[in-house]
């Protein structure tokens, strides 16, 4: 009998139990009405404008839980010689349908009279849809002016290239006024230094762009370093100006050095003499022009047939910048070779440059060969005139 009398409390209490955790836990969709009903909103409900200037305010229509429907939209307010009207992507609208929980974005536009008087204008942008309608009070303030205001950002403000490369920097110029500007763009690179402005993916040249009143423009400045120019770091400063703004950035370029050869006779001689089947030793002089060690630089030569060309030596190992090294080119016309002008060329290869010269070689005939000659001649004569002799009588 005690057994059963504990049981029934027990089971009682496990009973109980479930509904003392409902009312305590409420579903959450119960705690948080959801919202509907369209609206009509923008982030800056009071702007200020210039005489005879246009300003453009973005709008934002939203439907919050219906289903897609017609809104009316329409502005009033505007004093006489304004002029306001809705754009839907540029284009005057008076009607819109947002799909459910979607906006759709709209921009008012007002225009705004040379001769306006100063002061506070109240507009009201109205949506109205079969379930109720929503209103938008803007002001516009005219008679303030703001003060031109420029900025201007590279994308990238270091480059790094040789004494050949061409420079490009990419950078944005911003319109940060409330009226069109039109800005002069300078650069102020080291001196011998070109440089050019153009549009980010334009070719034209030139020198100032127009920019819209909170618009930006997407721009490149190209630099080309001078011939000499030596290995180093390098600033540009690029700067904006208009109406008495300014911005400006600061680029870098990282030139690294870069060989450059050339070869040429004694005393920049590009002509020689050699005698027919006779070596003829040729002086060339190698230079480091550039502004980086050149190294492996191997000696080579495209003479005419069965002439011969060795080096001494055939290699330089490394030649630093501005130095020069002399090395011998022992020439040997063929032996076959008939007086007059040859050209050969000579080569310089490096590992990172390399660089000819073209010779004009003047080859004379031995005297031992003219002798021969003359020796051939003689013997022919005497040979003609014997036979004249003996032939002559008959």
């Known amino acids: 009998m005690h057994r059963a009398f504990w049981i029934i409390p027990i089971f009682a209490a496990f009973l109980a139990l479930p509904s003392v955790v409902q009312a305590a836990d409420p579903p959450l969709a119960t705690a948080i009405p959801h919202l509907k009903g369209m609206w009509l909103t923008t982030d800056y409900p009071s702007v200020a ?3 005879g200037q246009t300003t453009s305010i973005k709008l934002k229509l939203q439907n919050y839980g219906l289903p897609p429907e017609r809104v009316a939209l329409s502005v009033d307010g505007a004093p006489e010689g304004w002029r306001a009207m809705i754009l839907g992507k540029g284009t005057p609208v ?17 225009d705004v009279p040379a001769n306006a008087s100063k002061g506070t204008q ?4 109205h949506a109205k849809y079969p379930g109720g309608s929503a209103d938008l009070p803007i002001d516009v303030t005219t008679g ?6 420029l900025a201007l950002k590279a994308q990238l403000p270091s480059l790094d290239g040789t004494p050949t490369t061409s420079f490009g920097y990419q950078f944005n110029v911003k319109n940060d006024s409330d009226k069109d500007l039109l800005v ?10 070109q440089t050019n402005f153009t549009e980010a993916y334009g070719t034209q ?17 190209n630099v080309t370093p001078p011939a000499n120019v030596t290995a180093g770091t390098y600033p540009v400063e690029v700067v904006a100006s208009a109406d008495g703004a300014t911005a400006a950035t600061h680029l870098t370029m990282n030139i690294t050095g870069q060989p450059k050869l050339s070869l040429s006779g004694e005393n920049d001689r590009l002509s020689a003499q050699a005698e027919a089947g006779e070596a003829t030793p040729i002086h060339l002089v190698v230079r480091n022009n550039g502004s980086a060690p050149a190294s492996d630089i191997e000696l080579s030569s495209s003479p005419p047939s069965d002439w011969k060309v060795t080096f001494q030596p055939d290699k330089i190992p490394t030649l630093a910048p501005n130095e020069k090294r ?12 008939v007086a007059g002008d040859y050209m050969t060329t000579f080569n310089a290869n490096g590992k990172d440059d390399s660089t000819s010269a073209d010779f004009r070689i003047t080859v004379a005939t031995s005297t031992l060969w003219g002798l021969v000659g003359v020796g051939f001649l003689a013997i022919a004569l005497l040979v003609a005139v014997g036979a004249v002799a003996r032939y002559g009588r008959r």
């Open 144 to 149: 303030t002016q703001l003060p031109a205001q």
């Open 326 to 337: 002399t090395v011998q080119a022992l020439l040997t016309p063929s032996a076959k070779a």
């Open 94 to 110: 008076t009607a819109a349908m947002p799909s459910t929980d979607k906006d759709v974005p709209l921009t008012l536009r007002v």
């Open 49 to 51: 404008a210039q005489d």
């Open 122 to 125: 109240h507009l009201v942008v």
């Open 184 to 193: 002069k763009l300078v650069a102020k690179p080291p001196q011998g230094f």
């Open 205 to 221: 040249q030139l020198s100032s762009i127009p920019i819209e009143a909170g618009k930006n423009k997407d721009m490149k400045v």
